[in-house]
């Protein structure tokens, strides 16, 4: 490798400790890469695209590293925008960013501006805007909100060309010819189209829906990049149009006995129309010392938080609606209380107990089904189902997640001295994937696709799966940007480190 042929203003590393640090992100694979690249502009971002391509190195964007399917890694070249692109452009009604700003930096000062951008996951202090982009990232407010695709209006961003490409202005003439022809191929396909619509709303791979939504070019490849964790192209700058601030109106906890009784409430309640509304199941109020979610309780199974900013009307409504079923505990909690704040640092500290619960006992937290995505109404049943796999395989399991679409952060604690240690992995994830099936539900969930899902999206799609296919073809023939977390047929335990950290 000629480091002399990249002519940066930005920083190069090749030194083992850079290369082993990232190596890593919050997933549980680990691949060392070439090299570390950290751009100061975007020109640097062209020679880097135009050095690999020379050099036969593999390309992979990173911005806050903070991924769980190990789509931030890779062998090739990283590039990482943390360090340098991470700044606001603007702030205001249309906002414009820069990839390695961390989103919770962003969430501060659209606050100051009382603008909001509701698509915020609770790694909001560690991920940055370019990774939410890549993975189309949802929080708890996606439930109202949407995810971020619906509020980034164009995307500025390098092709693995090396050519700038603004999607607000004219495509090059091959992406504009090449995405009409997989439209129109695509309209035509009703079989095809059922396949997609019957999954549901947050589930990954390429946004094939994009094709039925936009009829500008620009829009479609935009909203295509959106989730496609950087096999499509390198994006520098992300416009978005944040919505006026919307304060809560007062929240409510409840604590159930039945799952039935929870999906009951949950579908009944999402017809209020909540910001959010969010789930925890009886193990995490055993690991969360908190002061919301800690009820000792053997009788209950899942907790559930319905937060309101449309009115305190609603919030009334939605409490006579769960006062109707077998509940341990309702609590109705003030907008701006210090029970308010309590709750959402209680719901922000279920991955980290959790983690330390595996660290005291030496257990493995693997992320490999913890992004399922399922229709509202089957939450009890898939969750009933992977609790009788887990029980016949001898694995504990927690869930949390987000009731509101239909998204279950499932994680089964592994451990690390057992004999079939692979093997059992491969299992879990398998056998939760056929469970998911029976529902129409999808491992490739809300944080998108990437080594520990994707295997999945050929069998899930069927026939559709050959339109991921062209899309990667048009944007990237050469596969040099970030190979191995779409399309790889690499069993999930490929790559994976299974060190307790």
Known sequence: MDLSLLDITGDCHSDPQTLEKFSRDMSAYRIVPALVVEPKTEEDVIKTVQFTGKEGLSIVPRSGGSDLSGASIGPGVILNFKKHLNQPLVVD????????????????????????LPAIPSSNPICALGGNVGTRAVGPKTAKYGTIDAFVTSLRFVTARGEVVDTNRSLPEYLETGLRKIQQAYL??????????????????YNLKAFEQYDQMGELAAHLLIGSVGTLGIVTEIRLKPIELRASKGTLVAHFRDYDEFTEASLRLK????AALEYSDASCCRHVDGTILNLEDPDIVATLVAEFDDSAEKVQTGREIIAGYDIARLWEINAGSPEEAALWQDRRRIQPSLLKYCREHNLLLLPIIDDITIHVKDFGPVVRDLEDLMRRLGIEISFYGHAGFGSIHARPYFDPSHENLKEQIETVSRESFKILQNYHGTLVGEHNAGRSRSIYLREELGTAFAYLQEIKQLFDPDDILNPGTLFSNDPISTHMDFTVR
Not at 271 to 274: A, K, Q, S, V
């Open 93 to 116: 009604q249309e906002t414009i960013v820069q990839p390695g700003m961390i989103l919770a930096d962003l969430v501060k000062q659209l606050s100051d501006h009382s603008l909001m």
């Open 188 to 205: 035509a396909d009703e079989a095809g189209r059922a396949i997609v619509a019957r999954r549901p709303h947050i589930a990954g791979g």
């Open 271 to 274: 017809e209020l129309d909540p």
